[in-house]
């Protein structure tokens, strides 16, 4: 456990290393992975272009625990790529990438 610990803490010391750009999709109920370290992240990370995106009553599994807020994080992911990353020639069709989960109806 202490090389674990240790190598957490040394990746916390370097967060301000971060500089691609980034998005960040957390449930705020998420018990394996405490948000805050999320939190951490985007405000240390250096990059210019990071978004956060914090769910209400989502636990870990954003695509699959809370299947009626797949599409809102789905188009949330997608609206940044469209506008942060990808060029104006390139998009990503959102129904496409929904159509790819068997359990949500378009």
Request: glycine letters at 0%; zero cysteines; aromatic letters at 12%.
């Given at each position: 456990?202490?090389?674990i610990f240790l190598t957490i803490i040394e990746v916390?010391?370097?967060l301000h290393e971060?500089?691609?750009p980034?998005?960040?999709c957390h449930g705020k109920a998420d018990t394996v992975t405490d948000p805050i370290?999320?939190?951490l992240l985007?405000?240390?990370a250096s990059s210019k272009e990071k978004t956060i995106r914090l769910y209400e009553d989502v636990w870990?599994?954003?695509l699959h625990d809370e299947e009626h807020?797949?599409?809102e994080i789905l188009s949330d992911i997608v609206n940044w790529l469209n506008t942060s990353i990808l060029t104006k020639n390139t998009s990503i069709n959102q129904q496409e990438l929904v159509q790819q989960y068997s359990y949500i109806e378009i």
């Open positions: 456990f202490l090389n916390e010391k370097r971060v500089t691609l980034f998005i960040i370290v999320s939190q985007y405000d240390k870990h599994s954003l807020l797949v599409e």
